[in-house]
């Protein structure tokens, strides 16, 4: 069993940045692809960003490419979202999630694992 906890969400300005941590217990974690996901209120879940097990393969949404940075050290059972130029948009809970298959994929179905999420708030 994999426990995904999330941290580094907060209240921060239009154009200001945060990073969000994601802390995997479980020795697995080095295999998994990991993703990042969010949901503002009113909508869907959706994929924001996801990351094959050795960082040889990113993806982003299209509302996030440029902006936003997935990595992971897998030393520290760490996955991270950088997020730079934040817009009020961006506004939603971010979830962490792991996938045993090594492959990204955007659906959310097919993750195992979900953290409890994080709220990220953007003023303008």
């Known amino acids: 069993q994999v426990q995904l906890v999330e941290s580094g969400g907060g209240l921060v300005q239009a154009g200001g940045s945060l990073r969000l941590s994601c802390a995997a217990s479980?020795?697995?974690?080095?295999?998994?692809?990991m993703g990042w996901f969010r949901q503002a209120p009113g909508k869907e879940r959706e994929i924001v960003a996801a990351?094959?097990?050795?960082?040889?393969?990113?993806y982003y949404s299209d509302s996030v490419k440029g902006r936003f940075t997935i990595s992971r050290d897998n030393a520290k059972n760490t996955v991270y979202l950088q997020m730079n130029s934040l817009k009020p948009e961006d506004t939603a809970v971010y979830y962490c999630?792991?996938?045993?298959?090594?492959?990204?994929?955007?659906?959310?179905?097919?993750?195992?694992?979900w953290g409890q999420g994080t709220q990220v708030t953007v003023s303008s």
């Open positions: 479980g020795r697995s974690f080095s295999s998994y692809a």
């Open positions: 999630a792991g996938r045993r298959m090594n492959l990204i994929t955007t659906a959310l179905e097919l993750y195992d694992y």
């Open positions: 990351i094959r097990q050795n960082g040889d393969n990113t």
